[in-house]
């Protein structure tokens, strides 16, 4: 009774090798719960040969993409191939041919999403990318269509598993980042070449996502600074503990009237903070507006399971749309808004030093912050002689201001040396 | 140039009237991130000279809901005014006029939101009601369209922020329930007659529209079991906080191989647990499934501001789908589901009784239990003489076995009374 709806795929790696056996093998569920019939036409893949851990009716594999992009029968192109070439290009042609396109490829979006989205628009059709952060969690959706109606200010949380299940274990286990990431790519957990994870890459294409839809303002991924968690050690985790924080890789889009800063970089945050128990491959997102106050979004943030949930009900959303005769066009929508360099927004920072722990030293460290305008919260120092410990707590300055404390710090001769800056996130004041 | 989109109300109360001034006042900063025109064409009130708190140009207000759900300039009816009647007829005759409708009527949609669903199919129009559970939070949405692939198991959390709010201060504060009470109905936190949320209505409507989408199988409000929090004591709270327990009136949908539960009761939970930390007027909602694992929503349940950005939202969805040319049809579709008796689910249960502490009373104790085949998990005893008191916390168990055992154990001798009986919700086993 139900008309058949046809699906390519560009890709059929970890998520899309998961949706093909749940479109082929379970589509009796989906049309249960769903009444549609969605039928799989075409799997473009690089390796014809590769084994994907399930059966996949001959016909259905191809090595050339345009024939999934081109194929008259397919309705709706799901793009899980990743990367931004050829990505991008067959996401344009499918979409200018009249396809839906579903992508839970966040670099292609971070990248090229707005004229994608363009492209999507003047043909017609939809090109939705629920998948594209957070994994299995909704959070495109609530964002460009739940929340189109707040003036949304803030966008703030952990995006990235890898980097999150890295430090987790770092903090719990004491052990260090070398062995951590070794052990995560030995059980799949983290890529051979780790650097768009560890270098904050991933999380900075997903707060540009975020932070493009949240306040509709086109942020290229570019735009968006980042710090990795790459130079971090154990020891700064146990002097951040001493002080009642533990290490996250945020990412933290705001508005304000001074413009959009976007940005990724390793952070403390309190221990009873929400995001301190994010644990592992859990991302978590908080989403701040004048009128909802403040939400908060927490559910596996990678994995082929989750992920092809979040790739599905876009599906479905695309395909219901299709049977109603039409694609619902002006889904997102960019106003033009201010960019702000993000080194110039405030934050507190927790420094740790060696200095000689004699009369006076404090007075003279205080002097040097005083001169850079950057105030101190707190101070804990930590042994005698020579080789004491000092651990402080700044109140929010800018990155400028904290880095020119920092270097003349380095220069006092009581001072041995700055060991490690941290940005503290707490909504203290 | 961009085609004006005509919107009616149906009350103006707390909800409505922070909508009405978003929609007259703030207009420009929705055109300018939605690129919509939406013109407020009417309001439906029972008191026109009530005082709303913001200026409504004159000629809009008026006290015949017809001329609301009549006007041919109205494309989008916001139905804000609640209850049951009129509230459903005028829905329904919005929506067979060709009409969509956003409500924030939890009552209506838990009672006969399957035949109004029904009516907007039929019709070619939307139903939309994300305001209608959870408040500001996206829950609906989420679960109706972007989980719509996922075959989702349980959905469990707070979903009423009035009782919430009055547990979180007799826990807190010591505070008795009555005094609380009170003092919430003075504050405006709690309606003059608190019945539909501290019994459990309330909540017992949120978990049916839950249930209903999560499981895609219709379950009506009156199908809810439902226990409010009117008979608790301060004093049930301080034993259970002894075993690291703290109370929350939870909604509670499971789908298993024996059926569809919904139950919402008073229920301890670790305070460890997510949900313990979910104080005041907070909502919460778990979803889990076997692809996605667990979910966590959380956000403002109730309150004009949060709610009217969970009915703009809707609006917005509703109104890009008029410009588009069509209402997507199907949205949501429930099949046939067998409905069970939440009273045969098992659940720990912790009991509070006053004991004569004389050699062998656990072993009595003990032997009621097993002949129910209800199995302790911990046993707790405090005082001595004939007025010692025990807290014992069984295993998973059904509501009619634990009973029977508690009325055996208020006829042992050496049992004085059985002073408490709460469930137990934790993930150990």
Do not use: C
């Amino acid at each position: 009774m139900s008309m058949q709806i046809g699906v390519g795929f560009l890709g059929a790696g970890t998520v899309g090798s998961v949706l093909v056996r749940r479109l082929i093998y379970e589509s009796d569920a989906i049309a249960a719960k769903t009444g549609l019939d969605l039928v799989v036409r075409g799997i473009a893949v690089r390796d014809r040969a590769k084994d994907r851990g399930i059966v996949i009716p001959p016909g259905l594999l191809t090595d050339r993409p345009s024939e999934v992009v081109d194929d008259p029968t397919v309705q709706i192109v799901i793009e899980v191939m990743g990367g931004l070439d050829p990505a991008g290009d067959l996401v344009l042609r499918a979409l200018e041919s009249g396809k839906a396109v579903v992508t839970a490829n966040k670099e292609l979006m971070a990248s090229r999403g707005r004229e994608l989205l363009a492209a999507a628009e003047t043909a017609g059709v939809s090109l939705l990318f629920e998948a594209a952060v957070g994994g299995g969690i909704p959070i495109i959706r609530p964002l460009s269509e739940s929340l189109a109606g707040e003036r949304i200010t803030s966008v703030l949380g952990i995006v990235n598993g890898t980097t999150n299940y890295i430090l987790t274990r770092m903090v719990e286990e004491g052990v260090a980042y070398e062995d951590v990431l070794a052990e995560a790519q030995e059980l799949g957990y983290a890529e051979a070449d780790p650097t768009a994870d560890v270098g904050g890459g991933d999380a900075a294409s997903k707060a540009a996502i975020l932070a493009s839809l949240a306040f509709g303002t086109w942020v290229g991924g570019s735009r968006v600074t980042r710090e990795g968690i790459e130079g971090l050690g154990t020891e700064d985790f146990e002097s951040a503990r001493r002080l009642g924080y533990t290490p996250k890789l945020l990412a933290i889009a705001e508005d304000s009237s001074e413009g959009i800063a976007v940005r990724v970089h390793p952070t403390l945050v309190p221990l009873d903070h929400p995001l301190a128990s994010v644990r592992g491959a859990t991302n978590a997102v908080f989403v701040s507006g004048p009128s909802i106050g403040e939400l908060l979004f927490t559910g596996p943030g990678a994995g082929g399971e989750p992920t092809a949930t979040a790739v599905l009900g876009d599906v479905i959303t695309s395909a219901r749309e299709r049977l109603a005769g039409t694609q619902v066009k002006s889904r997102i929508r960019f106003a033009s808004g201010r960019l702000r360099d993000p080194s110039g927004v405030s934050i507190k920072w927790l420094l740790r030093m060696t200095v000689m722990d004699r009369p006076g030293v404090l007075a003279q460290i205080a002097a040097v912050f005083g001169r850079h305008e950057v105030s101190i919260k707190s101070v804990w120092q930590d042994g005698r002689g020579d080789e004491a410990t000092l651990l402080l707590v700044t109140h929010e300055s800018p990155e400028g201001d904290l880095h020119l404390a920092a270097d003349e710090l380095a220069g006092l001769e009581v001072v041995s040396a700055v060991d490690s800056i941290m940005r503290v996130y707490d909504d203290e004041p």
